[in-house]
């Protein structure tokens, strides 16, 4: 009886001791975890931050797009008609005034 008592108890310290290494390796891989969602959360806000940024850049540029559409002047039409190269010419700095506003 006392064998059969001794070999129970090996058995029950032997799986004690199984158990305790499986609790440390979980233990270890939580930690790893818990440190991976620390950096994703990190990144996360970083990123959140960077949206919020740009967005509060669209909102400034499309601010200054409205105030430069809203101070075009509308010039009266000649009835004279132009040439090619004249009509050439004035898109080209029409096509240089929008870029220019565009960049402000």
Same mark, same amino acid.
């Not at 090996?10 to 032997?14: A, K, L, V």
């Not at 001791?17 to 440390?24: P, Y």
């Not at 409205?66 to 009266?76: D, G, I, L, M, S």
């Given at each position: 009886m006392t064998e059969h008592l001794n070999t129970l108890l090996? &058995?029950? $310290?032997?799986r004690s001791?199984?158990?305790? #290494?499986?609790?440390?390796n979980e233990r270890a891989k939580?930690?790893?975890l818990q440190q991976e969602?620390?950096? #994703?959360?990190?990144?996360?806000? @970083? &990123?959140? @931050? /960077?949206?919020?940024?740009?967005?509060?850049?669209i909102e400034?540029?499309?601010m200054s797009l @409205? &105030? /430069?559409?809203?101070?075009?002047?509308?010039?009266?039409v000649a009835a004279q008609s $132009?040439?090619?190269q004249e009509i050439d010419a004035l898109v080209k700095e029409i096509e240089f005034c929008i870029e220019m506003l565009k960049q402000a």
């Open positions: 090996s &058995e029950i $310290r032997s001791l199984q158990l305790a #290494t499986d609790l440390k939580q930690l790893a969602l620390e950096q #994703t959360q990190a990144l996360y806000l @970083a &990123e959140k @931050a /960077a949206v919020s940024e740009l967005k509060v850049q400034t540029l499309n @409205a &105030e /430069a559409q809203n101070k075009v002047v509308e010039v009266p $132009r040439n090619p």
